[in-house]
Structure formats: structure tokens, C-alpha cells
Nanobody
Framework: QVQLVESGGGLVQAGGSLRLSCVAS????????MGWYRQAPGKQRELVAT???????NYADSVKGRFTISRDNAKNTVYLQMNNLKPEDAAVYYC????????????????WGQGTQVTVSS
């Protein structure tokens, strides 16, 4: 079994900051790309940022310069530092990870966390 557990969401005023964390646990051999996605009410889930095992990052244009994704491979953890939050950033944020569970069968599977709510007041 593999679990992704997010934390760090909450209510913040526009212009404020939040830091999200996501820890992967269970039977894990290695983790390839980790990332954050978000889904606002009535909208499709969208990519926010991803980071591969080597630290190469990718961001949605809407968050570039405000959000920073990072990871701690030793802790199987990915972070999302969100600065200068805007009301349009409000959504449920989901963690995603491509995880290889076995050294003998190195096919990555995609796992999702349960989501954490981010609310931004104007």
C-alpha cells in the first residue's frame, strides 16, 4: 500500500503565504516525478507544479514567480511554498507522485493524495 498525505492548507488573506507538504509512505522503492495539482469548484483539475527526482521543476504560468516546489527525497516529501496568494488560487490542492514500489518491477504508478483546501480571502 502507498499513501500520500497532504497538510498545510488553510485560510489566508490575499497577498499571504502558505506552505503545503505531502508525505508518501508505504511500500516504496523510489519516486520519480512529484507534483501539485489543484481543482477549484466547477473547474477541471489543473497542474500547478512538478519536480522530478533530480530537482527539475515545471510550473503553470499562473503561479510562476509566486510558488516554489521542492522535495526531500530522503523523506519522500514534496513541498509547495505559495507566496503572494490571490483569490484565484483558492482550490483543493492535490499531491501526485509516480512511485515505483518494487526493484524487481520498475514500473511507476501514479498516486494521489486526498487533497487539502486552500482558501484565499480578498
Amino acid at each position: 500500500q502507498v499513501q500520500l498525505v497532504e497538510s498545510g492548507g488553510g485560510l489566508v488573506q490575499a497577498g499571504g503565504s502558505l506552505r503545503l507538504s505531502c508525505v508518501a509512505s508505504g511500500t516504496i522503492f523510489s519516486i520519480n516525478t512529484m507534483g501539485w495539482y489543484r481543482q477549484a469548484p466547477g473547474k477541471q483539475r489543473e497542474l500547478v507544479a512538478t519536480i522530478n527526482r533530480l530537482g527539475t521543476t515545471n510550473y503553470a504560468d499562473s503561479v510562476k514567480g509566486r510558488f516554489t516546489i521542492s522535495r526531500d527525497n530522503a523523506k519522500n516529501t514534496v513541498y509547495l511554498q505559495m507566496n503572494n496568494l490571490k483569490p484565484e488560487d483558492a482550490a483543493v490542492y492535490y499531491c501526485n507522485a509516480d512511485i515505483i514500489r518494487s526493484a524487481a518491477f520498475r514500473v511507476p504508478y501514479s498516486y494521489w493524495g486526498q487533497g487539502t483546501q486552500v482558501t484565499v480571502s480578498s
